[in-house]
């Protein structure tokens, strides 16, 4: 099914799953996709024409900002409230060339390297501009403070442009691994030692308990898409936790299954894709992740 992004109106593929909308290829999301809730559309048009027209290019840029670094955005009324007092979203101009230098430098490995933005056309909401015309004025201040050399649509960082930028990027934001567990006093030990071992592997982390899978709510789903991957642990587990991996796993995350070495030979096994890790202790699991490294 053909529809228009409610962002950038781009006509593009739209499936429909359950209570949300699939959106695919536009320039929000161009090699990815986004979730829309059924809900997030009447709260959208009870905006007035003005804040339309200052949010929805907002969105789209957020978008797009997320789904390049790896997020699964599900955007329902709760989450764009969020994205409106959002301090992290850029207003200025210096805050637009700041976030376009970090862009550049997360797709780089050193000053002069060559990024092709064609076509500018749908480029321009990597640096929240609200049109092409605003993109051009950032790229063309940068260029004039010798911060990058332009030509056409290829961009580089000069060796300036590339010490601000990296100290702009800092060290960038983390990737979010979701644990999810089917045994409370499971998640209570995870919490005190994997946590924190996934944590000195450079990601943020977030557990989820059986009592918060329970609810199966937008919240739930929301907390699911922003994960860049998941370890879904089977040990005492029940239907909640194959509903919210089972959901991982088609948003296409990657997704780890695990369960209790003494547990392994009890649990029925509903297909045979599903091949959980054995483990014996949680310091193990810790080794198991810091060796990926």
């Known amino acids: 099914m053909k529809k228009h992004c409610l962002f950038c109106n781009e006509l593009i593929d739209m499936k429909q799953d359950e209570e ?3 959106f695919s290829g536009c320039m929000c999301a161009p090699n990815t996709y986004y979730h829309l809730s059924r809900d997030a559309y009447s709260y959208i048009q009870m905006f007035t024409y003005a804040k339309k027209r200052q949010l929805l290019p907002l969105v789209s840029a957020y978008i797009r900002e997320r789904s390049e670094n790896g ?45 092709n933005l064609h076509p500018l ?14 993109f051009v004025y950032i790229m063309e201040k940068l ?38 567990v089917g045994d409370e006093e499971i998640g209570l030990e995870w919490s005190a030692q994997l946590l924190p071992g996934l944590e000195q592997c450079g990601y943020a982390t977030r557990l989820l308990l059986p009592s918060s ?5 937008s919240d739930l789903l929301e907390a699911l898409a922003e994960s860049h991957y998941i370890l879904a642990d089977l040990t005492g587990a029940g239907p909640e936790v194959y509903f919210a991996a089972g959901y991982a796993a088609r948003a296409d995350i990657p997704l780890t299954w695990t369960i209790r070495a003494d547990q ?26 810091q060796l990926r490294q």
């Open 143 to 180: 260029r004039e403070m010798e911060l990058l050399v332009r030509e056409g649509a290829v961009l580089k960082l000069t060796n300036q442009g590339w010490s601000e930028a990296a100290a702009y990027s800092g060290g960038g934001k983390r990737k979010l691994f979701s644990v999810i």
């Open 71 to 115: 997020e699964r955005l599900l955007l329902t009324p709760g989450k764009l409230e969020e994205m409106m007092v959002d301090p992290d979203i850029p207003m200025t101009t210096e805050e637009k060339e700041k976030r376009l230098l970090q862009y550049m430098y997360a797709r780089t490995n050193s000053a002069m390297e060559p990024v």
């Open 264 to 289: 392994s030979d009890r649990l029925l096994l509903q297909s045979e894709w599903l091949r959980p890790i054995p483990w014996e202790d949680t310091e193990e699991l810790v080794q198991r992740f």
């Open 213 to 217: 899978l329970r609810k199966q709510d």
């Open 20 to 22: 949300f909308d699939r």
């Open 121 to 134: 056309s749908k480029s321009y909401n990597l640096t929240y501009s609200s049109n092409l015309q605003e």
